[in-house]
């Protein structure tokens, strides 16, 4: 998955390996590597983060305050992603 033009996350999909459903963030322009997180996880940090763009579309339709708190320490790259979807869905 391409989040930008030099951040994507890969997915270790080999079921034989230790690293089997583990999510990394790639880097091409510092040529970096690092875990993110597991498939498992990032299933449900992008259901929390379609949810949350839909609570946040719903307030502004409703002229309510948006009363959704972004989720701390998440690391870098699904920061940038939820802030793709709550920003597409919010357009």
Same mark, same amino acid.
């Given at each position: 998955?391409? *989040?930008? !033009? *030099?951040?994507? +996350? +890969?997915?270790?999909? !080999?079921? %034989?390996?230790? !690293?089997?459903?583990?999510?990394?963030h790639i880097n091409t322009r510092n040529e970096k590597e690092s875990f993110c997180c597991t498939m498992d996880d990032l299933l449900i940090h +992008?259901?929390?983060f379609v949810r949350e763009g839909t609570d946040k579309k719903m307030a502004e339709h409703h002229g309510t305050k948006n009363t959704t708190?972004? %989720?701390?320490?998440?690391? %870098?790259? +699904?920061?940038?992603? %939820?802030?793709?979807i709550v920003d597409a869905m919010t357009r």
């Open positions: 998955m391409a *989040f930008s !033009e *030099f951040d994507y +996350l +890969l997915i270790c999909v !080999e079921p %034989r390996k230790a !690293e089997y459903g583990n999510v990394h +992008l259901a929390y708190t972004p %989720r701390s320490g998440l690391p %870098r790259p +699904l920061k940038m992603i %939820r802030k793709a």
